[in-house]
């Protein structure tokens, strides 16, 4: 491949948040809960990665709090245990089962208005075997 051509390997990652919406109102209907992603755009960016990961878990905590509501205990992501809220961070990336299309609007504005030093990728998966979860990684 020539320093012309685009790498046509290299996947785009996460969907806007009107697509975000309309998948989480089809699998909530359908399921009554789905997936919200998220994962950091351009993460190598950021020079201190610890500064970044504390960030991240300070963001999970807020988000937790002020959504519980609509965080319903699942084992979407996880068949060996239970969860609720954002419970994990895989590299700069995390999930959270919704009950609620709506909270993503809540979120994604709660996070721009908290941490607009973080751009991130959004997706929504019908649970953790979605192909999307790729977004993850």
Do not use: H
Not at 22 to 51: H, M, P, T
Not at 75 to 91: H, I, P, V, Y
Request: glycine share 4%; hydrophobic share 35%.
């Amino acid at each position: 491949m020539t320093s012309i051509e685009k790498d046509e390997s290299k996947v785009e990652k996460g969907i806007s948040t009107e697509e975000c919406l309309a998948k989480a109102k089809k699998y909530i209907s359908e399921n009554g809960i789905c997936l919200f992603l998220f994962d950091v755009q351009d993460s190598a960016k950021f020079e201190d990665r610890q500064a970044l990961q504390t960030q991240l878990f300070d963001l999970i905590n807020e988000l937790n709090l002020n959504f519980d509501k609509n965080f319903p205990e699942n084992n979407l992501a996880t068949q060996s245990r239970q969860e609720k809220g954002f419970s994990n961070l895989l590299g700069d990336g995390s999930w959270v089962a919704i009950n609620d299309f709506k909270v993503i609007l809540m979120i994604v504005e709660y996070i721009q208005n908290n941490y607009p030093n973080i751009s991130f990728y959004y997706d929504v998966a019908k649970d953790g075997y979605d192909d999307v979860m790729n977004l993850l990684k």
